[in-house]
Each structure stands twice: as structure tokens, then as C-alpha cells.
């Protein structure tokens, strides 16, 4: 049974960086584009990055576009997502989701399966 495991989240100052982790296990992820979301109390839930199955395509957020780095090894079956830059904002708790398909452009129905959640929490 396929389970994701975020990781990498903490405490950081406004200007820092953090480098999430989604690992899977009992499932392989490389037919799959993989998504990154985040969550603050009551907001809504955001996708912040997708890559498809390949990592030939991603795509971002406006809010997190050119801090943020989506990417993938599907040798080791995990997804990272490189923050720069982080500001306060950021704070929040950040998800992974595996898509049903190979690519993005989808919407949050498409997802899935999610991990738990790693919390990133940004000082200013």
C-alpha cells in the first residue's frame, strides 16, 4: 500500500531555505506526476508545484515562482522541492500528492493519495 512521507520542514528566518523530502514506499512513483501543496488554518489548500512523471515538466505557483524548485528522483522514488527566499508567508503545513496521471495542469481532484504533512514555519 503506497504511503508518502514528507519531511524537511522546520523553524527558518524569513530569507532562509528549506529543502522538502516526499518519499514513497510500497508503491514506485514514476508513472505519476507528483504535486506539492500547502495549508494554512483556515485557508484553503494550494498547489504550490507539480512535476509529471518524467520531471521534463513542471510548474509553479505565482507565489512561489523563482524561489521555489520542484524536483524528482524516481531511483530513489522521492520528490524534493528547494525553498529560497522563504518569507513568513510560507509558513504553512506542505503536502505531496501523487496525481493519476503522468502529467500536471490538473486540479486537486486528480490527487490521489497524500502524505501527512510537513510543517514549515518562517520567522520574520
Known amino acids: 500500500q503506497l504511503q508518502l512521507v514528507e519531511s524537511g520542514g522546520g523553524l527558518v528566518q524569513s530569507g532562509g531555505s528549506l529543502n522538502l523530502s516526499c518519499t514513497a514506499s510500497?508503491?514506485?512513483?514514476?508513472?505519476?506526476?507528483i504535486g506539492w501543496f500547502r495549508q494554512t488554518p483556515g485557508k484553503e489548500r494550494e498547489e504550490i508545484s507539480c512535476i509529471s512523471s518524467s520531471g521534463d515538466m513542471t510548474n509553479y505557483a505565482d507565489s512561489v515562482k523563482g524561489r521555489f524548485t520542484i524536483s524528482r528522483d524516481n531511483a530513489k522514488n522521492t520528490v524534493y522541492l528547494k525553498m529560497n527566499s522563504l518569507k513568513p508567508e510560507d509558513t504553512a503545513i506542505y503536502y505531496c500528492?501523487?496525481?493519476?496521471?503522468?502529467?500536471?495542469?490538473?486540479?486537486?481532484?486528480?490527487?490521489?493519495?497524500w502524505g501527512r504533512g510537513t510543517q514549515v514555519t518562517v520567522s520574520a
Open positions: 510500497g508503491y514506485t512513483l514514476d508513472v505519476h506526476a
Open positions: 500528492a501523487v496525481a493519476v496521471f503522468r502529467f500536471c495542469g490538473l486540479s486537486e481532484d486528480d490527487f490521489g493519495s
